[in-house]
């Protein structure tokens, strides 16, 4: 099962036949990464998780700043997570070896016995904010943000509070988030059905945009079956954040949903699905039992529903993803030409291997379509 809001991480077992390590991508692609939600930090005060092969923890200081540091202090190299004994005191990180204390810039600004060394700062990854969800970047060589993700000042009126839950597995973004292209499993995996591009995939620069359509027929909550049919405009930008505003056109229902992949160990990655519905205000002939239910009930509960789709989807998804091998050069068929741009538009993730050609497993490098 899902853990409830982000609160929790279900973890799926590895599977035993999980890909040998021959055919594998660099595990830590260049971009920006999910760390925690506004609200989790609230709660907690202090985080500590498995970010891009690292140990990190997550604060924010009084006036709402967050920080993502490494967690280890530079003094003599306490760990800084709350299980360590790591606090948060009016807004600084203090280290429970010995009572050194970092503000959201990671520097050293007091000591109980001496006065702060300036040359003792922790190692921080510049952040940005999304609807209270918090990214931190993750730059080649430690080098600084080379794009950012949009701000997103999404309207939030008449719309349900973001619901995040998350998923475990061993896998990697790249794959993750080639599925946003690869129409063609909507189908197989999915079993919608109708499913067309609507239009080719833009890329520019690290942003990319598919849109798609399918129709299915699903059984929502204690409704009858319905027949759904659904445009969805996805919107990537890097590997760890994907934006999808889908439309159903039967029910008239809005919703958003962010796909956000982040690297764990160069194993794992979280998966965290993101997700609000608007208020149906018009509820439609097929959703009226919805009627009988007040409006602000009525948003959530399709939220959750949405939710349920979305939870069987990403499962059937994971069954590919947690057991696959990456090919470096997929033999495609012609219909699959978005996947050859996509894994074209990704080469900027990987500046190292982008300097050189790219070794595949003959050496090539390429992503070959085949003749039909
Ligand atoms: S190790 Fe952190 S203050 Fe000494
Ligand atoms: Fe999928």
Known sequence: MWASRAFGVHTVPAPADTAPTGSRLPPFPEGWYFVASRRELARRGLIARQWMGLDVVAWADDQGRPCVAESYCPHLGAYLGPDGGGAICDGRLVCPFHGFEFDTTGQCVATPYAPAPRSAALRVFDTREVLGMVFAWWGLDGRPPQWHIPAQNLEQQGWCEIDIRTLRFPGHPQETTENAVDIAH?????????????????????????????????????????SLDVTAAASVYGLGFSYVEIREHNLGLDSRMWILATPLDGEQIDLAIASQVRELTLPRSIAWPLNIIPRRRRTTLLNRFLNYLQQRDVQQDVTIWSRKQHRHRPRLCRSDGEISKYRAYCAQFYPAQHAQPASGEDGSGSVRVAAA
Do not use: M
């Open 186 to 226: 909507l189908r197989y995996v999915h079993g919608y059905g109708s499913v067309a591009q609507a239009e080719p995939i833009e890329i520019d620069g690290a942003a990319l945009h598919s849109r798609f359509r399918f129709k299915s027929d699903r059984r929502l909550g204690p409704l009858p079956y319905a």
